[in-house]
């Protein structure tokens, strides 16, 4: 059965269209945080765009969330339908997608004749079969409640190409690759053979023997200057991308706070 939007959470899966040009390190006018706090690029002003504080944006997520159920609800009752607010979910990575899981308003459809049915799609999702994808989306409840809070991650599925090139250009640029390489070497003159610390985060988490000396090691002589440089050259790139797209990103951050008191009185 249809069903709405899941959760939508881009970071760290970010490949894009228009190719930003590479800022080099040295045009990074933000001096990085110390070791462990991560340093704050122009994007974090941006609901939708934040790393740091991203769980500021998973919070304005299910209010908005529960905001629009409560506007749907509304709305179909308005309408003589029956609905029950049926809340997004954050799904589990190691859980079994492939299984269907039952909506609040499943059992309710379901007893409906088929004329009924049809009815209360149109009214809910305005079409006759949500599941037949040849028929064109008009607004029904659903449609008017994302119309009216179109969300803190509203721009970024927009922008998620772009974002996702800016990702690899982090990863593939030479103060990243560069830092990567003394770290290894920085490991390997310790008696820690390992290419990345991503090899070592994966033999840690495999229990594999040495694993444990090794990150110990790491956190104590050879991550900080990693976490520096990666820092650097993000705030750069990250910094690079809002120069790009300030027009859309400042017209999304005036609309998302203009939306801020409907979410709040729908609660």
């Known amino acids: 059965m249809f069903t ?12 894009g269209a228009a190719l930003v040009l590479a800022p080099s390190v040295a045009l990074n006018q933000t001096t990085p945080a110390s070791a462990g ?3 704050r690029s122009a994007l974090e002003a ?14 304005a997520f299910d209010r908005e969330d529960r905001a629009r159920q409560n506007l749907i609800v509304k709305c179909m009752v308005a309408k003589g339908m029956q609905y029950k607010p049926q809340y997004s979910l954050t799904v589990d990575s190691s859980a079994d997608t492939d299984v269907e899981r039952k909506g609040p308003n499943d059992d309710y459809v379901t007893g409906l004749t088929s004329g009924q049915r049809v009815a209360y799609y149109r009214a809910l999702y305005g079409m006759d079969d949500p599941d037949a994808l ?5 607004a029904g409840c659903l449609g008017e409640a994302h119309a009216r809070i179109p969300g803190v991650f509203a721009l970024r599925g927009k922008l998620n190409p772009d974002l996702v090139k800016m990702r690899q250009q ?7 690759v560069g830092a990567e390489r003394t770290w290894s070497a920085c490991m390997g003159a310790g008696g820690h053979a390992y290419a990345s610390d991503r090899e070592l985060s994966k033999a840690a988490d495999l229990g594999l023997a040495g694993s444990a000396k090794a990150r110990l090691f790491d956190q104590r002589t050879c991550s900080a200057p990693l976490a520096k440089a ?8 990250e910094n690079q991308f809002v120069r790009d797209h300030r027009s859309e990103l400042d017209s999304h951050k005036a609309a998302w706070e203009s939306t801020e008191m409907l979410v709040s009185e729908h609660q």
């Open 37 to 39: 706090a991560p340093a």
């Open 46 to 59: 941006y609901p939708g765009f934040r790393i740091v504080d991203a769980d500021l944006d998973d919070a």
């Open 4 to 15: 709405q939007n899941a959760r939508r959470i881009f970071i760290g899966s970010m490949v």
């Open 230 to 237: 990666r820092d650097t050259v993000r705030l750069a790139w």
């Open 134 to 138: 040849d028929q064109p989306q008009v």
């Open 170 to 176: 982090i990863a593939q640029d030479p103060a990243t």
